[in-house]
């Protein structure tokens, strides 16, 4: 029996408990990202607050499967289908071709994805992957008389549905006021100012990179079909939950919802997941504003990418999170904290198995609780100074991490193995770092390159960083 989950469910605007289609099993879709730029920080929340689903829902008991696409096609700069081709933009602004774009940014993604300790989805799939699935599903849309051709594209006819605006009908409308005022253009070929694009032919972008062969003339998808599709294709006709960043409610998860339930014919996901946006002082961050701030580059400035997740779970992921670089230093005094209370931990004897299950049920609690992760790191300073030995400890520390994921051990053992480093050993490395930079000075590499040989015979590997040599013992 999998622990009580619930969380706050867009569509329904309130917490809700969580009860999948099947027992025991959960299908997950993600939208991923339009590889045209670096994510910034505040993308990477959404990211890392779905990996805390993901994992708050594998320690309540529950088999995920996770499915994520990548936008290299069809994103215009605006969600409503008006601006220019993001894609196609990223590739003029640094002379590259769109594939390349896609492919660099696509690797930037996942590093920076991967560092702050998310797991990957099980099934990652780029839209242009897709094609003759998205055809497919607009001939049905057209075939069923919920779609027409105009003006050479195909567009969902939002008038055909009962309840369009099904999230919030206050919220949309005002989201669709603003993407009214935004619009560098009014598409004259929609017949409702809420319809939006399936297929486009003819388009103001002559120079489109990728094109295909379709029955309305050779052209490319529109977003929204992308995430309806790939999502069908790997998790079939119901999905349990479907996640994103607020951004996406309105337009897009709405259209989503729009086109899979005209196509089906019956509903398609029951639990809406969303996380909020990251702020800093100026407000919303954005790609347009400047500089992008990614977590690579906070790694840069010395920040390990970790912390910037620690950071993210003293938070709650419905509330918009304000960054600071004081924050941050904080989340970092805090952090190191915990990494050193871990390196004083010693295994010494039994795990007191009573205990664990104790913390273990409050940690649960906490983060099947409508992911409450500011309340699950409490429960980890508790179980740290509760009254049990160290092995228990232990033990709840790499428990609590399948969740949270801040690699609090593997930080306390590479702390423990610098403090255990014999004095006379440690002058001999600092020795031998020194004759190694006068030796590079003189140009003399081959002596260089034996006092590294010499120090890895001892054990010990020497790293050339921006902060000069480190070194670490293997
Ligand atoms: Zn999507």
């Known amino acids: 029996m999998a622990h009580k989950f619930s969380f706050y469910n867009t569509l329904d605007r309130r917490v809700e408990e969580f009860t999948p289609r099947e027992e025991g099993k959960v299908s997950m879709y993600t939208c991923g990202p339009t590889v045209y730029h670096y ?12 990996d805390v689903l993901i994992k708050a829902l594998a320690y309540a008991g529950y088999d995920v499967k996770r499915v994520m696409n990548i936008t290299d096609v069809g994103h215009l700069s605006s969600d409503a289908d008006t601006g220019e081709d993001k894609m196609l933009a990223g590739a003029k602004r640094e002379h590259k071709t769109v594939m390349e774009i896609a492919k660099y940014y696509t690797d930037a993604f996942f590093a920076d994805f991967d560092a702050v300790g998310n797991k990957r989805p099980d099934v990652i799939e780029p839209a242009t992957n897709c094609i003759p699935e998205f055809i497919n599903m607009v001939e049905t849309l057209l075939k069923k008389g919920y779609a027409y051709v105009a003006g050479g594209n195909v567009y969902f006819d939002t008038s055909k549905l009962k309840d369009y605006y099904v999230f919030s009908s206050e919220v949309e409308k005002e989201a669709l006021q603003v993407g009214v005022r935004d619009d560098v253009q009014e598409d004259a070929n929609k017949k409702n100012k809420t319809d939006f694009v399936l297929w486009f032919t003819k388009s103001k972008f002559e120079d489109q990179a990728l094109k295909w062969d379709s029955p309305w003339g050779v052209g490319y998808p529109g977003w929204h079909i992308e995430c309806s599709c790939i999502s069908m294709k790997h998790l079939g006709e119901y999905i349990d939950i479907h996640c994103g960043g607020v951004d996406n409610i309105f337009p897009h998860h709405t259209n989503e919802i729009a086109q ?31 500089a992008i701030l990614t977590v690579s580059l906070l790694k840069e400035k ?43 931990l010693k295994e010494d004897g039994a795990v007191d198995e009573k205990v664990k299950k104790e913390f273990e049920e409050k940690f649960a609690d906490a983060v099947c609780g409508d992911l409450n992760t500011s309340m699950a790191t409490t429960v980890l300073y508790d179980a740290l100074k509760a009254d049990t030995n160290d092995a228990t400890k232990l033990a709840l520390v ?47 590499f081959a002596t260089a390159d034996a006092i590294r040989a010499e120090l890895l015979e001892k054990g010990v590997e020497i790293k050339d960083t921006r902060e000069g040599v480190k070194w670490q013992l293997i």
């Open 260 to 290: 899979s339930e005209s196509y089906l014919g019956h509903e398609w996901c029951k639990y809406w997941f969303h996380s909020n946006h990251l702020n800093d002082k100026s407000g919303k961050m954005s790609k347009s504003k400047g």
């Open 398 to 444: 790499e428990s609590f991490d399948k969740v949270l994921s801040l690699d609090l051990i593997g930080h306390a053992k590479a702390l423990s193995q610098d403090a255990d480093v014999d004095p006379e050993l440690e002058k001999f490395i600092l020795d031998a770092i020194e004759r190694r930079a006068q030796a590079k000075k003189n140009k003399d």
């Open 39 to 50: 994510a910034h920080i505040g993308n990477i929340r959404t990211y890392i607050m779905q």
């Open 302 to 344: 010395g920040y390990d990418p970790l912390v910037y997740r620690f950071f993210c779970l003293q938070s709650h992921y419905r509330k918009p999170l304000e960054f600071s670089y004081e924050a941050l230093d904080q989340a970092v005094a805090a952090y190191n904290k915990l990494v050193k209370r871990a390196s004083e």
